[in-house]
């Protein structure tokens, strides 16, 4: 079966954060908004099919985490990223900000410092300084046009009250794949010096062909040891408003603590978010891989469309994912001007680069999980402004 990525659906009114915040983020409704990480595509039938079905039944009763769910989980991230988990380390979460928010409260101390490595998801330094700790920022580099860590930095700038990082696996924004060699040096020094890491995983089903996903704590025993993973089906099926996701500890002590805390906020699921993420990961091969060659046919345009068109603008091509880190720094305009040129001339929506922390100036981000006709059309826009 060949699925439809060209539809265009309208979601105003629907209390879309993407499409029904525009005017508070944006000032107008007026914009494309290509901005907050869901996709504009129909979530796959499967999954609304399943949904409907479980309507069918006239109650909607307390609803327990079917052990399948674990289970099916654990599976789909065998087959596709090689790593065997044991049901026994995998808690269900709602989401993962929930979940970073829970291990920085289960893991470290008010006062602790907390290293992320931006530019970064706004939540990885958010929700530390939320919680009365203090960032470390270890910036990334930008080397051959991809992000690179700076280990050297990062391991001088840990001292005894670091307890704590936040990794993105792969990065947002960037779709950079960490590659084996990157995260075993990463593993080893946080092994050493204390310092756990917590590995945002969100984005791993969604590589492009020539990239694979390692999961952090699969790299050495130092990472196993020595870390806290997420995962979820939430942006691969595009579901995220279904709110649901996984925590994965092998480490016995770590994966009892971040359980207790679990336990005492008496966090769980719901049957609708039960439903859909097994639907998703024992029907969703063939939708996945079909939505990701749209889609990486989707970044290439963008890339292939600044250097021929707008060579002062450059896309960094993605490794995974829908978003695309683009620079306009060369146009010599303030965050502010950029914003403003692109909202109120180009009528677009994007994230801006400086909620990303340091790294972020000049730069915009764009969510390119949308019908190409909107890609296409929003690049002719912002063409037009710049020239
Ligand atoms: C790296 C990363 N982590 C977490 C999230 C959000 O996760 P959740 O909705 O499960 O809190 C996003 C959404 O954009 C993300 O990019």
Redesign the pocket.
């Known amino acids: 079966m060949n699925y439809n990525f060209d539809e265009i659906i309208d979601r105003k009114g629907t209390n879309s954060v993407k499409y029904d915040l525009c005017e508070h983020i944006f000032g107008s409704n007026d914009v494309m908004p290509l901005w907050v ?1 869901d996709m504009d595509f129909r979530t796959p039938d499967f999954i609304i099919d399943a949904l409907k079905q479980r309507c069918e039944h006239p109650i909607f009763g307390y609803t327990m985490l079917p052990k399948t769910l674990i289970e099916t989980f654990c599976q789909w991230t065998e087959k596709r990223h090689a790593w065997i988990i044991d049901p026994a380390w995998t808690d269900f979460v709602p ?4 979940g970073i928010n829970m291990a920085i409260q289960t893991y470290t101390n008010p006062g602790d410092k907390i290293i992320v490595q931006p530019p970064v ?1 706004p939540p990885f330094f958010n929700a530390p300084q939320l919680n009365g700790r203090h960032v470390i920022w270890n910036q990334l580099k930008e080397v051959n046009g991809r992000f690179e860590m700076d280990l050297e930095a990062l391991e001088e700038q840990i001292d005894d009250r670091t307890t704590m990082l936040i990794l ?1 696996n792969p990065h ?1 924004p960037g779709g950079r794949v960490w590659e084996r060699d990157t995260l075993e040096q990463l593993a080893s020094i946080c092994y050493r010096k204390g310092v756990l890491v917590i590995s ?1 995983e ?2 791993a089903d969604m590589t492009y062909v020539s990239h694979r996903h390692i999961p952090f704590a699969s790299v050495s025993d130092e990472a196993a040891l020595n870390s806290l993973v997420f995962m ?1 089906p ?1 942006k691969t099926f595009n579901i ?1 408003g279904i709110i649901g ?1 996984f925590a994965i500890a092998p480490n016995p002590t770590i994966y009892r603590r971040f359980h207790n805390t679990l336990l005492q906020l008496d966090l769980h699921g719901n049957l609708f978010a039960y439903k859909a993420m097994g639907t998703a990961y024992k029907q969703g091969d063939e939708w996945l891989r079909q939505m990701m060659s749209y889609v990486e046919t989707n970044a290439q345009t963008v890339v292939a469309y600044f250097e021929k068109e707008l060579p002062m603008v450059h896309a960094m091509m993605p490794e995974s994912s829908f978003l695309v880190w683009i620079d306009f720094s060369r146009l010599d305009l303030k965050d502010k001007e950029l914003k403003q040129l692109l909202v109120e001339k180009a009528k677009i929506g994007l994230n801006e680069g400086i909620s990303f922390g340091p790294g972020g100036e000049g730069h915009q981000r764009m969510n390119i999980g949308a019908p190409r006709s909107m890609i296409l059309e929003a690049l002719h826009r912002i063409s037009s402004v710049v020239k």
Request: proline share 7%; hydrophobic share 35%; charged share 5%.
């Open positions: 990480a989401g993962i900000v929930t998801y993105s947002n945002d969100i984005h979820a939430s995220p996701s």
